[in-house]
Nanobody, 124 residues
Framework: VQLQASGGGLVQAGGSLRLSCAASGRTFRSYAMGWFRQAPGKERECVAVISWSGTSTYYADSVKGRFTISRDNAKNTVYLQMNSLKPEDTAVYYC??????????????????WGQGTQVTVSS
């Protein structure tokens, strides 16, 4: 599975962005998908995860109520809708795929594939 993230950019605080992660390969729907972020000088953080079927989701406390993860298995794509963005959301965002839903968001974040990052910058 190859993952290609897109949709990052510069936005003012309070604004919105939608990230997309397009996957190649017929096995996309077999994987739980997650979004992670890493800010300069900080460790990588799991932001949101969605199960292969889309019926289960996980969110970090820092983004609950503001971010929404979704997936379209017919399009091999996972999305992260980010609303009410804050300067502390500034980071490089990565998408990842893992076979076990809970293991994707449980440290040490067991994942099988990673996409390249997309920069999200929120100005105050």
């Amino acid at each position: 599975v190859q993952l290609q993230a897109s949709g990052g950019g510069l936005v003012q605080a309070g604004g919105s962005l939608r990230l997309s992660c397009a996957a190649s390969g017929r096995t996309f729907r077999s994987y739980a998908m997650g979004w992670f972020r890493q800010a300069p000088g900080k460790e990588r953080e799991c932001v949101a995860v969605i199960s292969w079927s889309g019926t289960s989701t996980y969110y970090a406390d820092s983004v609950k109520g503001r971010f929404t993860i979704s997936r379209d298995n017919a399009k091999n794509t996972v999305y992260l809708q980010m609303n009410s963005l804050k300067p502390e959301d500034t980071a490089v965002y990565y998408c990842a795929a893992g076979r076990n839903y809970r293991s994707v968001f449980t440290i040490p974040y067991e994942t099988d594939y990673w996409g390249q990052g997309t920069q999200v910058t929120v100005s105050s």
